[in-house]
């Protein structure tokens, strides 16, 4: 009667929690939705204002064809409507230079000017780089360019109302290779150039970055977003946040791989020092217990009780350092096994005590009793004290491995690819310091509780095969 009561306690409370949680997310729910409302408000004058300064700070002031592009682009505000995503759409009429028609008409002959002066620079053995290139054009094409008869047309411009002071302004490619001319459509075609012609002779520039940065720097603008301004409720935001960083850390690149990678390289370790440290732990204990017992093998405790001391007493990295930099790099050893060799030798001394603990465990009478049936001291040993102590000491054992698994962490120190180092990876190449370090933490995570569930298992059973 009273378990069914504990039982029916337990369910209340775990109700009681469900209930409390799903009523506190509504209220969240309810006050995300409430916080997106937006009252946004934006006149011509606004809109003509801000559009002005966006495509001014756009071209290189060093191209004289950006900046002559951006100049002579002009518009007028037509209209502001309000859509139904928080934003403004505006429509406007423009006036711009035509640098697409330039470019397509010229291109060849652009082309083959600069892999001309590129050709003579490197006969007289000088080097050519992005910014000689860009000096060329500017004298040779802006003259062109300015020639050039004006496109015209209409245009819709979009702004969104972000929760900032403006509503920001979202200029897509498509939106600026219209407002300037073709202006996004050249400045692909460049970059994607792999083969020019010149005097009927076709060349391949594929490796040759120079040449095409120098004719793209002509047209080159500043870096501008051309990602649509995330509109969404606050919540809302967080959840794409999360969702974006999660696919540039993981999905993108298939960068989850230094994870898995990494992940199996510190099993490996781990699983390759716990046996080296067993070996090493119960050969060390046994020598300390027959010396302790019998007064003999006086040098090789002596050699054991240094070993355990210096381990036990220097930290696990410093360790680390000194067997891969100063005893095995030298002579050629790999990281992969100076890593597994120094794990094994600092496992290898705390299983020494826990495997030596557990034989002094061992009542002596176990041993008297041995020997009384005409056992010898080894026969004793692996017969009766040995079997009993390992089912006493298992447990700690099954610790020293989790315990193991986690002290793995520091080999890439010495640039070993484990889960540690996985992380780091990502982290350098996507700048991102959250996800990747919190990802590792998580996997280490995982390991530990799954082992000590698996080790709290153990205890159980073995609690019921000593009753």
């Not at 990494?262 to 010396?291: E, P």
């Not at 990747?436 to 995570?445: F, K």
Request: some cysteine; hydrophobic content about 45%; charged content about 20%.
């Amino acid at each position: 009667m009273k378990n069914k009561s504990m039982k029916l306690k337990k369910l209340w409370i775990a109700l009681s929690v469900i209930l409390v949680c799903a009523i506190a997310f509504g209220v969240v729910l309810v006050v995300d939705r409430l916080s997106n409302k937006t009252d946004l408000t934006m006149t011509e004058e606004e809109a003509a204002v801000q559009l002005r300064e966006a495509l001014d700070a756009l071209p290189l002031k060093v191209a004289k064809g950006s900046v002559y592009v951006v100049e002579n682009t002009t518009f007028e505000v037509l209209s502001v409507e309000y859509g139904t995503e928080k934003d403004v759409l505006v429509t406007v009429s423009y006036s711009t230079p035509d640098a697409k028609g330039m470019y397509e008409a010229k291109k060849e002959s652009i082309f083959a000017e600069v892999w001309q002066y590129w050709q003579e620079r490197e006969a007289a053995g000088r080097k050519t780089g992005a910014t000689n290139i860009l000096a060329l054009l500017n004298k040779s094409i802006t003259p062109v360019l300015e020639e050039q008869p004006k496109l015209t047309g209409e245009t819709t411009v979009v702004f969104y109302d972000t929760g900032a002071e403006k509503p920001q302004l979202y200029l897509s490619d498509e939106t600026l290779d219209t407002l300037l001319g073709g202006y996004i459509t050249v400045r692909d075609d460049i970059t994607s150039t792999t083969k020019i012609t010149v005097d009927g002779e076709t060349f391949d520039i594929e490796k040759n970055n120079t040449i095409r940065t120098g004719i793209a720097n002509y047209f080159g603008l500043n870096n501008y977003d051309a990602e649509r301004p995330d509109t969404s409720t606050p919540l809302t935001k967080v959840w794409n946040s999360f969702v974006n960083d999660l696919h540039k850390n993981f999905i993108e690149g298939d960068r989850w791989k230094y994870l898995a990678t990494g992940l199996g390289n510190t099993l490996a370790i781990t699983g390759l020092a716990l046996i080296l440290g067993i070996v090493l732990g119960f050969l060390s204990a046994v020598v300390r217990v027959v010396h302790e017992q019998t007064g003999k093998m006086v040098f090789l405790d002596r050699l054991v009780k240094l070993y355990v001391s210096v381990i036990r007493g220097t930290p696990i990295m410093v360790q680390l350092l000194i067997i891969y930099f100063v005893l095995l790099l030298p002579a050629g050893v790999d990281k992969f096994p100076a890593a597994v060799l120094c794990f094994g030798l600092n496992s290898g001394a705390y299983v020494s005590e826990i495997i030596r603990g557990g034989i002094m465990s061992i009542d002596q009478g176990q041993t008297e009793a041995g020997r009384s049936l005409g056992f010898g001291f080894g026969s004793t040993m692996i017969h009766i004290i040995l079997p009993q102590a390992f089912k006493a000491v298992l447990p700690s054992l099954c610790n020293e491995f989790i315990t193991l698994l986690k002290e793995t962490s520091v080999a890439f120190y010495i640039g070993v690819a484990d889960l540690t180092q996985g992380g780091l990876k990502i982290r350098s190449i996507t700048y991102s310091n959250f996800m990747p370090l919190i990802a590792v933490a998580l996997i280490y995570l995982v390991l530990v509780l799954i082992l000590t569930k698996l080790v709290g298992i153990l205890e159980r059973r073995l609690r019921k095969s000593e009753r």
